[in-house]
């Protein structure tokens, strides 16, 4: 049996890996009056939710949009989190986009759709007068599935309430929008998003992207001040602020067991820290396959963690250019170009072949000082699969590198600014293996497990895992984006204080 030898090395809980889902659970116990422990390998918080320098630029990471924030007068449910850790709005403040997105076309038309449900509604009309009627049933139906998604699981108040939330479960968002519209270029328009869940909408869960329209349309959307990096860095500063610990360099190896019971972690430098819980933010499939005795872990939820596909990841391209926004005619913050209506075209293509589909966002155009005066940051994403790159010969990583990311630069400067590569002082490129190499996800995968009909919410494993002690939050449990990640964290963290209160530290 193992034991601590100092109160150095005991807390009440550790929590491994300072993602977004970890730093949510590390301050919600610390807020508890838990004596947390957070350990992170690399030697800043935050995981994809980060930022990076090249020359006079700071480039925001990954994020786009985090929903549920509000403001100070009416904050909402991550909002009214970050106003009891007495971070916002002192230290934290959040910028609203003027719209939700805006699409962009081949042939040259643009659909600006705006925040709110009803103007949302409005400005889809606006453009598809023709549609206005189903247009209608549409968003009544979007309003049920997203008022159901609130409800839990009461399947009883679901089906004579919400028909139309069980109803969706099994559907794909392509499948779903059908049911309403003939048009392709609407049913283009109103999926739009579906890169911001990572599935194309001829396989994503349609039932996780109207969740996510009907919050961003009711909820808004946001954009902290400075970067995503920011927001986590605050977090870790308040953890520690409110008296839990974080350690960074710390490379987690092995989780310690007593018998069948999880009782803390063993770092790479072979440092023991103990604890009556673990939250783990790492990725499931690693940690019971590589960081667990095998004869520890319950075959069947082996099974269960492993059944899943792994999730996209993406290419980006990082931009600082020496023009405003203004200048360069860039008035939308995130602007989605498609080549072609045929979402087949744009979404299966094999391998590295030139994409179909960006998007193209101008930060400046939701927090105007993010760069210095008179320019401008901006990224083109598409989505990738990891695998993909597994056969570029390393010879090639480069030449293979460059070639999409001038992919990208060519469809924007075809279909949104013409003008731009002249104006361009900085360029960087991520390809998938880079979100891998940062951090260790499988394939590169940023959000998780895939979010196809086959493993939508209705599917998502439980935080407390059948080996006692041991917790999961963050992507491969909560689904991928910022929201569900820093939700996700708080759900891990209030089911360990439930337990510790009870005394039932252990397995379901």
């Known amino acids: 049996m193992h034991e601590a030898n100092t109160d150095d090395q005991k807390f009440d809980v550790i929590v491994v890996g300072a993602g977004l889902g970890g730093l949510a659970a590390g301050a919600e116990l610390a807020l508890n009056n838990k004596k947390v422990l957070l350990l992170e390998k690399h030697e800043s918080p935050g995981g994809y939710a980060s930022s990076f320098v090249r020359g006079r630029f700071e480039f925001e990471s990954s994020l786009h949009q985090i929903d549920s924030v509000g403001t100070v007068e009416n904050p909402r449910p991550l909002g009214k989190f970050f106003m009891k850790l007495g971070l916002m ?43 206005e009627l189903q247009i209608r049933k549409f968003m009544k139906v979007l309003k049920q599935i997203g008022e159901g998604a609130h409800v839990g699981i009461k399947p009883l108040k679901l089906l004579v309430k919400y028909p139309w939330f069980v109803r969706v479960l099994g559907l794909k968002l392509d499948e779903f929008l059908g049911r309403f519209f003939t048009n392709r270029r609407i049913i283009n328009v109103v999926s739009q998003l579906w890169g911001y869940v ?11 992207f109207c969740a996510m329209l009907h919050s961003y349309l009711v909820n808004g959307g946001w954009f902290p001040n400075l970067t995503s990096h920011n927001l986590s860095l605050l977090l870790a500063t308040r953890i520690v602020e409110l008296g839990g610990t974080v350690k960074y360099n710390a490379l987690v190896d092995r989780i310690l067991m007593d018998g069948d019971r999880v009782i803390g972690v063993e770092l790479l430098n072979k440092e023991h820290y103990y604890a009556d819980a673990v939250i783990n933010n790492l990725n499931p499939r690693c940690t019971l396959q590589k960081m667990i005795p095998p004869e520890k872990v319950p075959k069947s939820y082996l099974r ?82 990891g695998k993909d790159w597994h056969s570029v010969p390393p010879q090639e990583y480069y030449s293979v590198k460059d070639k999409v990311a001038n992919d990208l630069v060519s469809i924007f400067e075809k279909y949104l600014c013409p003008d731009i590569r002249q104006y361009i002082e900085v360029c960087e490129t991520a390809t998938p293996l880079t979100a891998y190499r940062y951090t260790k996800n499988l394939d590169g995968s940023i959000y998780g497990a895939d979010s196809s009909v086959y493993n939508g919410p209705a599917f998502n494993l439980p935080h407390k895992s059948p080996i006692k002690s041991l917790y999961f939050c963050g992507a491969w449990i909560d689904g991928g984006g910022y929201s569900p990640n820093l939700a996700g964290g708080r759900i891990a963290a209030q089911r360990v204080l439930k337990d510790l209160k009870k005394g039932n530290i252990g397995g379901n």
Do not use: H, W
């Open 304 to 385: 269960r963690v492993l059944a899943p596909s792994i999730g996209p990841s993406i290419f980006c391209v990082y931009l600082g250019v020496n023009r405003t926004p203004e200048q360069l005619g860039l008035s939308a913050y995130a602007t989605f170009i498609s080549t072609s209506d045929n979402i087949a075209e744009i979404c299966l293509q094999s391998g590295l072949e030139e994409t179909g589909l960006i998007v193209a966002t101008c930060y400046n155009n939701i927090f105007p000082n993010i760069s210095p005066p008179g320019t401008s940051v901006i990224t083109l994403i598409t989505i990738q699969m």
């Open 198 to 208: 990572g599935q194309n909408p001829l396989d994503v869960n349609a039932l996780m």
């Open 89 to 131: 709005p002192e230290r934290l403040q959040f910028f609203k986009p003027r719209e939700v997105y805006c699409s962009t076309f081949y042939d040259g038309k643009s659909y600006v759709l705006p925040f709110g449900f009803k103007e949302y509604e409005d400005a889809l009309i606006s453009y598809f007068p023709e549609e």
